[in-house]
Nanobody, 125 residues
Framework: QVQLVESGGGSVQAGGSLRLSCAVSGLIFKEHTMGWFRQAPGQEREFVASIIWSGKTTEYGDFVKGRFAISRDDANNMVHLQMNSLKAEDTAVYYC??????????????????WGQGTQITVAS
């Protein structure tokens, strides 16, 4: 059974930082591209960041603008998202996702087969 479990969510003041983690089990981690998406109330889910299975390529949503960094720990089957300079508009539920050897669609939901339950990030202005 594949499981993706996010942690690290919470509330923070604007300008602050948070680090999200996603623990993955039930699949061969090194064969999967890992991504983060987010969904704010009343809005569609949007792409935040991804790192392909080899770890050699990362991609970010346009709104990130150098504030976030995605990384993967293949030894422990985990992916992390370091978020700095947080803004009120970053408030959303953040989801971790895994896509089998995904590369072409790593910035779209269709590139991922497995999803976590999400973790809430609230940024107070």
């Amino acid at each position: 059974q594949v499981q993706l479990v996010e942690s690290g969510g919470g509330s923070v003041q604007a300008g602050g930082s948070l680090r999200l983690s996603c623990a993955v089990s039930g699949l061969i981690f090194k064969e999967h591209t890992m991504g983060w998406f987010r969904q704010a109330p009343g809005q569609e889910r949007e792409f935040v960041a991804s790192i392909i299975w080899s770890g050699k390529t990362t991609e970010y949503g346009d709104f990130v603008k150098g504030r976030f960094a995605i990384s993967r720990d293949d030894a422990n089957n985990m992916v992390h998202l370091q978020m700095n300079s947080l803004k009120a508009e970053d408030t959303a539920v953040y989801y971790c996702a895994a896509g089998y050897y995904s590369s072409m669609w790593q910035n779209e939901e269709k590139g991922y087969e497995f999803w976590g339950q999400g973790t809430q990030i609230t940024v107070a202005s």
